[in-house]
């Protein structure tokens, strides 16, 4: 059955690198568009951001200057890559395959 | 960026219908919003109910529909059950960047 695995660091430090990594199981990696979401704790989903089927990157304006997505389709697996990390970042992580299939999200918290 | 405004809280009884709207700050939502609207419950990760203004996915069941409705997009729920009470997103397109609402709590009551 295909399905999505997601996994990163838990935790990081202000002014770090949050890195989420997200691998598709049982399907084919081209031809979709690949997301990233979150949602910072008790607030609702922000969308972060998507590599197209083409290989080109949409990011949300607020996060474009800290953000990369990339795919590495001989692994069948897309990246999620968020500099300069504050507490604002805390949130659990969605990757997803828009938008029928979810990864099952990855709670990153920022603290010193 | 865009703004994008759902209410906040919605009640429903069970068996009524309610209606969800989306509004965008750029002005009324029109097809090429390519509307997403996404259920999401605790500790679950969101579920896709419509995409492209008013199509189902396969998994989506027949009582939900949208639409677009008075510049808005609208997702409206016909013989509400227990189970759809949850958290309902719209998601709008903005030529590349996408915006998500809000968000509505809906509480089958």
């Known amino acids: 059955q295909v399905h999505l695995q997601q996994w990163g660091a838990g935790l990081l430090k202000p002014s770090e690198t949050l890195s989420v990594n997200c691998a598709i199981y049982?399907?084919?990696?081209?031809?979709?568009?690949w997301s990233w979401i979150r949602q910072p704790p008790g607030k609702g989903l922000e969308w972060i951001g998507e590599?197209?089927?083409?290989?080109?990157?949409n990011y949300n304006p607020s996060l474009k200057s800290r953000l990369i997505i990339s795919v590495d389709t001989s692994k069948t697996q897309f990246s999620l890559r968020l500099s300069s990390v504050t507490a604002a970042d805390t949130a659990v992580y969605y990757c997803?395959?828009?938008?029928?299939?979810w990864g099952q999200g990855t709670l990153v918290t920022v603290s010193s | 960026q865009a703004v994008v405004t759902q209410e906040p809280s919605l009640t429903v009884s069970p068996g009524g219908t309610v209606t969800l709207t989306c509004a965008s700050s750029?002005?009324?939502?029109?097809?090429?919003?390519?509307a997403n609207w996404f259920q999401h419950k605790p500790g679950q990760a969101p579920r896709a109910l419509i995409y492209?203004?008013?199509n189902k996915h396969s998994w989506t069941p027949a009582r939900f529909s949208a639409s677009l409705l008075g510049g808005k997009a609208a997702l409206t729920l016909s013989g509400a059950q227990p189970e759809d009470e949850a958290e309902y997103y719209c998601?709008?397109?903005?030529?590349?960047?996408?915006?998500f609402g809000g968000g509505t709590k809906l509480t089958v009551l």
């Open positions: 750029s002005g009324p939502v029109t097809s090429g919003f390519y």
């Open positions: 997803a395959r828009a938008w029928d299939l």
């Open positions: 998601l709008l397109y903005y030529g590349g960047p996408q915006v």
């Open positions: 049982g399907g084919s990696f081209s031809g979709y568009y």
């Open positions: 590599i197209t089927p083409g290989g080109s990157t």
């Open positions: 492209s203004t008013s």
